[in-house]
């Protein structure tokens, strides 16, 4: 009986077939748990050192530069060789739901995000070190700056390193763009074209995963953009103006290019979804079926993207110990 009626709302309301859609809503100003300065400012160093490669020679802030959004400008990242995956800001992380971290989801939280790239051959480890010794090596040289020892009270351990890198990246939050001003009540803060393109966002399918206050749901899709055709994390779309090129890639250029991709996906759903075209595997996300997307309002669409990226954030550069020792 009770199948039967949700069998019957489904039909006459096909939304309510899909998980509801998220509302946008504004970011948190302030964060519930803030670490104190000295923590942040611990882990800013250690983000800037390059005493953290095995070589040396890269750091975090290698790849993820602070002028450029905290990503790197590049289709995909560049350490010892080419990476696979493009660059993604660590702007806003502190807001990842459940913590999850790169483009499949495959780590949990910030801290246990940073042995990635200190452990990765073509990331930071080069050929200096075999993977299994980099860890230890690295506390020892931590240990050996005595900047570094005192703020981490005299011994220094991996996960103190990781936790400090962790806190500086959950520093850098930006809640305040036009965008979280509008949500938050001052109607002056988007411009009227940006409400048109809120409303047209609104309209074309995109909040069923890129919706809440960091326009992601944080869950894995197949939308086939151009390459590996698997599924990737929706990603947040806040500060774009910061940080392209665009998707797992970095194959779209522009915010053009990625609309343009999205009106032409339609057509692809509508023979594989509707029609039943089962050649090209894995299958499209069902989501992709409430997509209406019109090039009328690519113009809307980019003025409304404009308003999530922040004028201002914080870009600072920290002094480093010797780190020479
Ligand atoms: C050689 C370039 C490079 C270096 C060095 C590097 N990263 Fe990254 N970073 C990347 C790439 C590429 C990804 C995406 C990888 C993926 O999704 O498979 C990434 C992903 C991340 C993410 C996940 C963000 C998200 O929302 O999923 C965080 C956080 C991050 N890096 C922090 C760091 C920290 C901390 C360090 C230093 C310990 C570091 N990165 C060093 C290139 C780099
Ligand atoms: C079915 C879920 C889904 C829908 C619907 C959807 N997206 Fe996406 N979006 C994704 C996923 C997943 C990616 C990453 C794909 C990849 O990297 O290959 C993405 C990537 C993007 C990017 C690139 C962001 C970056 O940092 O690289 C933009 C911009 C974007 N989408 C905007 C939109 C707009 C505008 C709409 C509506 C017209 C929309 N999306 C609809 C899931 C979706």
Redesign the pocket.
Known sequence: MRLAALFVIALVCPAMADEPVVPLAALPLSMESVASTAEIELGRAL?FDPV?SATKM?S?A???LPQLGWADGRE????FTV?T????T?LN?AF?TDGV????NRERT?EA??LH??RARD??RGDACEEGKVVELIVQRVQAIERYRTAMGGTVTMPKIAHA?ADF?RSLVTPDTPFDRFMRGDKSALTPHQQRGMKAFEESGCMRCHGGPMLSDYKLHVIAAPGERQAFRTPSLRNLRHTAPYMHNGRLRTLDEVLLFYEQLMDEVSETIEGGDAAAQPPLDPLLKHLSVKPGDFLDLKAFIESLSADRYDQRVPALPNSKP
């Open positions: 983000f953290l890269t975090c290698s790849c993820h995909t990242g560049k350490g990476l995956r493009n660059t993604p660590i992380t990842n971290m790169f483009w499949d910030l995000q940073v790239p200190i990331e930071m890198i990246e």
